[in-house]
């Protein structure tokens, strides 16, 4: 009996032993693979070629968090990285150089945005990619900073497009937030035939919501910016009346209507910035797009597929 154990034993033990060996011969072959394929050549402009380690610092360079991506958003990135590269061999072929205050100034924005990223500025710094990915920035920057937005465009767009700058209806609104149900229904009695500014006030002795000192004044809101349940009940209030008391995860709350706002249309000023922003972002995408069709049929460039650990359908 003693022995049958001692050999069960000994065959469970032989087996743990060559499943986490094959495990580790498994992710050492892994690792292998993939510095392997970090050698590998992906993409190729005229004389110069990129490697998969260079895809994936470009990748760190525009995901510095390193939060994992699907291979759908690589695929995209690798369109960009083909295009970019495009133009940073055209860069160079014009002489185009980065100045030292530029690169500061991006590291300094870096710094400023990713604040927790311990040594990533430093690590930014020694990066070559950071370099390419900067210059990059900059051709498209001598490309586009004569384009501009002339008034007449903006009103053309605003005339042929009115449709989008319809405002919908909208509601002023204040509150009462209290903690009792019973204070809640005395303060509805105290103040169902109150005005304005004895609402306020009461809000102010009273509410224990966060914009009590302004009187209870919520905001501005359009349909679709406020819990379903609370939108029902104050879209359906006449202006300066009442709610019936709300009960939330917070607490009890009175809704006053302070003001009904009826669907209305954006005068061209009021417009005016959104049109132009949108206009412009659409004549620098036109501008950069002709750009890179232009450089693909004047430069060699070859991609790679088979050394891509993700499907790539690109021109």
Do not use: C
Request: net charge negative; hydrophobic share 35%; no cysteine.
């Amino acid at each position: 009996m003693k022995k049958a154990v001692l050999i069960m034993l000994f065959l469970v033990l032989l087996g743990a032993a060559l499943y986490f060996g094959y495990d580790y011969f498994k992710d050492k072959q892994n690792t292998e693979k993939t510095a392997s394929q970090a050698g590998k050549p992906v993409l190729r402009v005229e004389e110069q070629t990129y490697t998969l380690a260079d895809f994936q610092n470009y990748v760190r360079i525009l995901n510095p968090e390193e939060r994992e991506l699907p291979a759908e958003a690589l695929a995209l990135l690798f369109e960009q990285f083909v295009e970019d590269k495009l133009i940073l061999y055209s860069a160079r072929k014009q002489g185009l150089e980065l100045t030292g205050e530029e690169k500061e100034a991006f590291l300094r924005r870096m710094s400023r945005d990713y604040p927790a990223e311990e040594g990533l500025t430093e690590k930014l710094a020694a990066d070559r990619g950071l370099e390419e990915s900067l210059l990059v920035e900059k051709y498209k920057h001598e490309k586009i900073r004569e384009t501009v937005v002339t008034d007449e465009e903006v009103k053309k767009y605003y005339e042929e497009n009115k449709k989008d700058f319809l405002a919908p209806e909208r509601v002023k609104v204040s509150q009462i937030l209290v903690s009792s149900g019973e204070q809640a229904i005395k303060l509805r009695e105290k103040l169902q035939r109150a005005g304005e500014e004895e609402f306020r006030q009461a809000a102010r002795d009273y509410s224990q919501a966060p914009d009590a000192y302004k009187g209870g004044l919520m905001g501005v809101f359009k349909p679709g910016e406020l819990p379903d349940d609370m939108e029902k009940v104050i879209f359906s209030l006449e202006e300066g009346r009442l709610s019936t008391v709300f009960q939330s995860a917070y607490g009890y709350h009175l809704f006053r209507l302070d003001k009904k706002y009826s669907p209305s249309l954006l005068s061209l000023e009021e417009a005016s910035p959104r049109i132009r922003n949108l206009l412009l972002e659409r004549k620098v995408k036109d501008i950069v797009t002709r750009e890179v069709e232009e450089l693909k049929a004047t430069y060699h460039w070859e991609v790679f597929r088979e050394n891509l650990p993700f499907k790539y359908e690109g021109n």
